[in-house]
Nanobody, 126 residues
């Protein structure tokens, strides 16, 4: 079975940091683009960042660029999202997803991802 496991969420004060992890089983991350999305109840799921782990290409949403860093560890089949300078507006459930198609320099759209993790909750207090 293909499975993505998201972890690392928790409660943090504004201005603090967290590192989220997405670990895959049943698939090789080198063959996929891996993305982070986030969602607040009642609002649309929002793309955060993506990485093509085969070549290391990374992309970020404008509001996260400079604060968040996505990276991969091929040996661990894991992608990380390092989050700094967290704001209350960053509070959400964060999901990772895997896309097995080349998208020519863009992250996949939400419906283009083949597999999704269960999500991990990030809560940023003011």
């Amino acid at each position: 079975e293909v499975q993505l496991q998201a972890s690392g969420g928790g409660l943090v004060q504004a201005g603090g940091s967290l590192r989220l992890s997405c670990t895959g089983s049943g698939l090789n991350f080198d063959d996929y683009a891996i993305a982070w999305f986030r969602q607040v109840p009642g609002k649309e799921r929002e793309g955060v960042s993506c990485i093509s782990t085969g070549d290391g290409t990374t992309l970020y949403a404008d509001s996260m660029r400079g604060r968040f860093t996505i990276s991969g560890d091929g040996a661990k089949n894991t992608v990380y999202l390092q989050m700094h300078s967290l704001k209350p507006e960053d509070t959400a459930v964060y999901y990772c997803a895997a896309d097995n198609r080349r998208r020519f320099g863009r992250c996949g759209k939400e419906y283009e991802y083949d597999y999704w993790g269960q999500g991990t909750l990030v809560t940023v207090s003011s």
